[in-house]
């Protein structure tokens, strides 16, 4: 292989490589602002300026191919001094607007001010002023002052999104961008602008302002939206769920996601109308219950069906491991065999980037892991009508909110002697039930998504319940985590008496006299690997951030009636 | 030999200690006749320098809003967490204020590091040293508390300007 | 006199006593404040009437209130019993002290003295070092090692100092060739004190005396720094304000003791020579006895404010490589001058 000398180091690369993308492969950054691995190289913002020996100038490293035997130096005087004054240039214009800046404390500008720049401007003059706070689209702002011109939104627009919307106007130090005359950023992943931005000019209205980024805690998660199953961070300030943003994985999203995942799939989460502990219906009226109580009570009125009556909804808003125990108790405790889940698909949604049809996340895993109907039971259409006909009378549904979905189903499950429901969110379901158990968000619990590639990834809990402590159960913590106590309201906030579905289920099997020791969803988890043969020789951390394909098989238990 | 003398080696007088003794007691007896340095406190109240680091406050502008703009640095950089912002938009040229600005006195320490970092001179030591609570809740000085006319902290920022 | 009124003289001058006793305990502390205030240019307690006048009170009133806590380790009988000891010692050593010369009222001629016994000198030396159980056994009662700590220095220094006490009072006997307090003062005439005459022992009768009291620079069982409070760690409420009543007492004891002993006790010199009437010669001697007393205590408190305490081994050494024989010395002064003299 081809070889060339950085700073002393030897990198070897691939015919064709530029000097910058063999040294990123080698684990080596070169300063660089403009380039970004997905887009086409530009070259303007020459932060990236090496010195090559026997070449009379000095190279950007971004778009000069490497060859073999080049002698490239990062750190040479010639190259730390053509740094320090590209960094002047840049920062003459920049205006001072750091305390103001949601980009503080992610900035590319700001870290290489610090670490490549020599910390004091000879600018005395007035900076140049430009138009601020201009709304380019529907959910991104605009800082024309902060703009460095590196021109990444732009050919992003152009590449990734194949929508071009954005375009440099005027020349010097009068550039600006601006949307084409009548248009607006408003494509549907506009929003991944405001990340590759490398400064503050780009910010996300839906954000804007929340929180500084040092306060959040940031947690490896996947994305609710859809199918897809971007791989996502959650950050958390207080137990609150304040953004989401893209995290790399080059066999599901890359550097992207879409503005709907970011935007929609997380505000439920700190709604108002979550469901705080279990709630049982005494008069018309849903009354707080204690956990106790409104499970025996549920047990008990169970016990009135025969296992003919009574049908199981599963649900791929949930995780694997909510849907296998929820399969376990209808199948091997009550001994139903109508069990199914109801399929989520929005054929405007999908597209042919990213967006799935299927606008639940784990469709895929529901099925695998067995909540579908045993032989001769009834499937999600069958046990409507069952219910219509009466013949079905008691039915548990997983973390769905089916009535909203169909409104038509509203008249149907009112025909029911008994629902029971769990539920982030008092919906249009729970409004039907008399038992509603609190689940906990997608964002407070350990559990595997299956995307529609048959990718198995891990969602890990960002935000706390009240059982859970965010440094025993190893969640990630922000400063304030760590250090607040329980007399500060910035550290104990937002916490909802709710439990993965898991947990409830177990309690219930419980209560029908089944012993299970399964202390976290990990153990549910390596259940299911033992017992389903897709998932063997799998558990959480083989799974790891980047998740694992399975060997997909058509499941036996997939049979449809 | 010769022992260099070190301090700790007494003279002959200084061994007999009485003569040491009886300076003592002129020392101290004549300090009783000196004059007295306590401030009777609640009488008389001790107006401090302005380089006294009192009870952290905001600085009102005349036109009756803060200054702050919620940047957060102050939260950041105090030691024990004392400090809670939360940032909001507005219309003025500024962008962002604090929709809340929280001070738990409880935990304050008084380190000044605030007013340190504080890129917009927008939080000051004032002179107040009088605090005191009956409850944790009534410690948690919120912006109704902290804002105070810019006039009566001017002392404060002029002598930031002069020695920061 | 008939026994009857011996005892209603008796019961009246004890009562007397007792209550100056209990005043001048009270006002010591407020005192001690003052002072220290002044030799540290403060102003001391002034918020409880004027000039906080009242402050004792306030003190003792707070003392009452404070909670009883007895340690589960402790001894909870000899606990109890320590601050009685020590209050009970403190207060009956005052009996064989004269605070005036015999005084003749209705025909009857009444000694200013509780108890004019002739082994007088005895009985206080006797009762001092009674009163080192006191501290002793609180120290060892409490089940703290502060206060066991605190209880051994305590009764290692009282026995070392006690002997140059002891020999210090030897030179004071020869002169007066008794051991009746009342005669003691008698042989001082005129400026013929014993402070004057042996001025060694003097010196080492005062410190021995400090030494006696657990007074600063010799503290050493209470030595806050080190042994958090020393013997009185584990009392509170009023078996501490036991112990600190005693204290304090006893510095009033030692402070009559050194009057008694060396200082004329209540003689005002040459005042015969003034012709006055009887009965204002009796009241200027008794003053002059509190007077004396007055600034001795003022001097405890003064010495107190001004030097640091000694470390344990140098209290030692002071002990018995100084004072011991130096008190040795004295007595042969003592003898020498008798035998020069032929006093």
Known sequence: MPKFVLDGIEIEFTQGQTIMEAAKAKGITIPHFCWHPELSISGNCRVCLVEVEKMPKLVIACSTLASDGMVVFADSDKAVSARNAVMEFLLINHPLDCPICDEAGECKLQDYAYSHSTGESRFVEEKVHKPKRVPLGPRVMFDAERCISCSRCIRFCDEIAKDPELTFVKRGDRVTIETYPGRELDNPYSMNVVDICPVGALTSRDFRFKARVWELSSTKSVCYGCARGCNTEIWVRNNEVLRLTPRYNKDVNSYWMCDHGRINTFKFVNDPSRVDGPFMRHNDNLIRAGWDEA?????????????????????????????????????????????????????????????????SPNSKGVELVGAVPGKGGLNFDGIMAAIKSGRIKALYILEDDIVSANPEFGKILSKLDLLIVHATNFNKTTD?????????????????????????????????????????????????????????????????????????????????????KYSLAEDVFLDIAKNIKTFHGLNYEIIGDQGSLLNLVVPETAVKV | MNLRRRKKDLTFWERIYIPEIIKGLALTLRTMFKPKFTVEYPEVKFIPPASYRGRPVLVMEENGK??????????????????????????????????????????????????????????????????????????????????????????????????? | ??????????????????????????????????????????LGPNRVGWFGLLQPFADVFKLALKEDIVPTNANKTIHTLAPMIALFVAFTTYA???????????GITVPLVVADVNIGILYVLALSSLGVYAITLAGW???????????????????????????????????????????????????????VLQPIGFITFLVSAFAETNRLPFDLPEAEPELVGGFHTEYSSMKFAGFFLAEYANMIIASALIV?????????????????????VAIIQVLTFLVKIAFLLFFFIWVRWSIPRFRYDQLMNLGWKVMFPLSLINIIWVACLIMIFNL
């Open chain 1, 295 to 359: 499970l025996s009570k549920a047990v008990s009125v169970l016990k009135h069906y025969t296992k003919e009556e009574i049908g199981f909804i599963a649900s791929p808003y949930a995780t694997c491991e909510d849907n296998f125990l929820f399969a376990q108790f209808a199948k091997n405790v009550i001994g139903s065999k109508h069990i199914d889940f109801m399929r989520h698909y929005d054929h405007s949604f999908g597209d042919d980037f990213l967006k799935q049809d299927d606008i």
């Open chain 3, 260 to 280: 008694t002993l060396y200082l004329g006790g209540w003689q005002f010199p040459y005042i015969e020579s003034f012709g006055l009437p009887a009965g204002l």
């Open chain 3, 141 to 195: 009662s409490s089940g703290s090692k502060y206060s066991l700590l605190g209880g051994i220095r305590s009764s290692a220094q009282m026995i070392s100092y006690e002997i140059s006490m002891g020999f210090s009072v030897g030179g004071v006997l020869l002169f007066a060739g008794s051991l009746r307090p009342v005669a003691i003062v008698q042989a001082q005439q005129g400026w013929m004190w014993n402070a």
């Open chain 2, 66 to 164: 803060e200054r702050c703009v919620a940047c957060g640095l102050c939260a950041r950089v105090c030691p024990p967490l004392a400090i809670e912002v939360q940032a909001a938009e507005t219309q003025d040229e500024k962008e962002r204020y604090p929709v809340k600005f929280e001070i738990n006195m409880i935990r304050c320490i008084f380190c000044g590091f605030c007013e340190e970092v504080c890129p917009e001179e927008a939080i000051v030591m004032s002179k107040d040293y009088e605090l005191s609570f009956s409850s944790r809740e009534e410690a948690l000085y919120g912006k109704d508390k902290l804002l105070t006319p810019i006039k009566q902290v001017q002392d404060r920022i002029d002598f930031l300007r002069h020695y920061k």
């Open chain 1, 432 to 516: 039907l039930a008399e038992f509603v158990f609190p689940a906990s968000t997608y964002t407070a619990r350990n559990g595997i998504f299956v995307n529609f590639q048959g990718r198995a990834q891990r969602i890990r809990p960002a935000a706390s319940t009240i059982e859970q402590d965010r440094s025993l159960d190893g969640m990630s913590l922000s400063r304030l985590d760590k250090f607040g106590t329980q007399y500060d309201s910035w550290a104990t906030g937002n916490k909802r008496d709710a439990r993965s579905s898991w947990k409830i289920l177990q309690a219930l099997m419980q209560l029908y006299g089944i012993k299970q």
């Open chain 3, 1 to 42: 006199m008939t026994i009857l009124q011996l005892i209603a003289f008796t019961a009246v001058k004890i009562l007397v006593i007792f209550t100056m006793m209990m005043l001048t305990v009270s006002y010591l502390v407020y005192f001690e404040r003052k002072i220290s205030a002044w030799a540290q240019n403060r």
């Open chain 3, 96 to 106: 064989v002290i004269p605070f005036g010369p015999d005084v003749t009222m209705f």
